[in-house]
Nanobody, 123 residues
Framework: QVQLVESGGGLVQAGGSLRLSCAASGRTFSTYAMAWFRQAPGKEREFAAA????????YYADSVKGRFTISRDNAKNTVYLQMKSLKPEDTAVYYCAARLWIATRNSADFSSWGQGTQVTVSS
C-alpha cells in the first residue's frame, strides 16, 4: 500500500482559497487513482474529488464543482486540491485516499488513507 501525508489545511475567511497537497510514498504512484474526501463534525465522510492515474480524468461532487480543482504530479508523487470561493460549509477534515487503477466516488473502495488536514472557513 501507499503511504499518504496531507498538508496545506488551515483557517481561511469565506471567499478565500487554499491548496491542499498529499504526498505519497513508493515508486508506483502512477498506478493509483487518487481522491479527496472530507468529513465535517457530526457528519459522515463524503466524496469531494477524484482523479485518474494519468490525471486525464477528474470527478467532482456537485457541492464543489466549479470551485475545487484536483490535479496530480506523478513525477513528484503528489496530488493537489485547489479550493477557491470557500464557504463555511466547506469546513471539514480533508482526507487524501488512494486505490489501484480506477477512480471511484465510494470511500469503501479506497485502501490507503492519509491522516487528514483540517480546513476551517470562517464567515
Amino acid at each position: 500500500q501507499v503511504q499518504l501525508v496531507e498538508s496545506g489545511g488551515g483557517l481561511v475567511q469565506a471567499g478565500g482559497s487554499l491548496r491542499l497537497s498529499c504526498a505519497a510514498s513508493g515508486r508506483t504512484f502512477s498506478t493509483y487513482a487518487m481522491a479527496w474526501f472530507r468529513q465535517a463534525p457530526g457528519k459522515e465522510r463524503e466524496f469531494a474529488a477524484a482523479i485518474s492515474r494519468s490525471g486525464g480524468g477528474t470527478y467532482y461532487a456537485d457541492s464543489v464543482k466549479g470551485r475545487f480543482t484536483i490535479s496530480r504530479d506523478n513525477a513528484k508523487n503528489t496530488v493537489y486540491l485547489q479550493m477557491k470561493s470557500l464557504k463555511p460549509e466547506d469546513t471539514a477534515v480533508y482526507y487524501c485516499a488512494a486505490r489501484l487503477w480506477i477512480a471511484t466516488r465510494n470511500s469503501a473502495d479506497f485502501s490507503s488513507w492519509g491522516q487528514g488536514t483540517q480546513v476551517t472557513v470562517s464567515s
